[in-house]
């Protein structure tokens, strides 16, 4: 099972909006309605941000949001804040019950 | 509020075996299927293997290629993970997660414990 395909890092300035892709196939992102996105801080747990493809958990801003088409998901980050600096990953459910991992975003808040 | 408490880390040589644990608390353990997932130094995350509440299925990645055992024991609240013939690169920080839905494993995990950490070195 290989990884979701993940840009290795992006940047914006404060305020800026700012959106990381997570790219499969037809047997995972393309094929399921269980798509997330996860903040991690270093040395921290990930914290679940999006679920099911673009519902977030209660008390995640809503300046994050999450879309599909077709077998890429998109995160969107807007209205960037310091605090918003960490890596992000997307996770995908499978046609063959497994789960999958993007490779991870570094975001960079300049 | 939803906790999960893993232990059970630690260094060992290569060939060695080891077994990781998670204590749940804060919710209605024996309804929900838990997660293992991995994190190498510095590297993404990595997912491992997935037991149903019930304990009746376990799904594996394809590189356990039958090292890894995933198990539970529903009457203690706690998950457990099996790991033999330790190699140096399974050196990471093993997270337990739950899935998010009741007596449905499909879903993402959505509740994580902060990790335990395993270093196979000689």
């Known amino acids: 099972q290989s990884a979701l395909t993940q840009p290795a890092s992006v940047s914006g300035s404060p305020g800026q909006s700012i959106t990381i892709s997570c790219t499969g196939t037809?047997?995972?992102?393309?094929?399921?309605?269980?798509v997330s996105w996860y903040q991690q801080h270093p040395g921290k747990a990930p914290k679940l941000m999006i679920f099911?493809?673009?519902n977030r958990p209660s008390g995640v801003s809503n300046r994050f949001s999450g879309s599909k088409s077709g077998n890429t998901a998109t995160l969107t980050i807007s209205g960037l804040q310091t605090e918003d600096e960490a890596d992000y990953y997307c996770?995908?459910?499978?046609?063959?019950?497994?789960?999958?991992f993007g490779g991870g975003t570094k975001l960079t808040v300049l | 509020q939803a906790q999960l408490v893993e232990s059970g880390g630690g260094v060992v040589q290569p060939g060695e075996s080891l077994r990781l644990s998670c204590a749940a608390s804060?919710?209605?353990?024996?309804?929900?299927?838990f997660h293992w997932v991995r994190q190498a130094p510095g590297g993404g995350l990595e997912w491992v293997a997935l037991?149903?509440?019930?304990?009746?299925?376990?799904y594996y990645a394809d590189f356990v290629k039958g090292r890894f055992n995933i198990s539970r024991d529903n009457s203690k609240n706690m998950l457990f993970l099996q790991i033999n013939s330790l190699r140096p690169e399974d050196t990471a920080v093993f997270f337990c997660?739950?899935?998010?839905?009741?007596?449905?494993?499909?879903?993402?995990?959505?509740?994580w414990g902060q990790g335990t950490l395993v270093t196979v070195s000689s």
């Open positions: 997660a739950r899935a998010p839905s009741q007596y449905d494993s499909s879903g993402c995990p959505d509740y």
């Open positions: 099911d493809v673009s």
């Open positions: 996770s995908s459910y499978t046609a063959r019950n497994t789960w999958v």
């Open positions: 037991i149903r509440y019930d304990g009746s299925k376990k």
């Open positions: 037809s047997s995972d992102v393309g094929g399921s309605k269980y």
């Open positions: 804060g919710f209605t353990f024996n309804t929900y299927g």
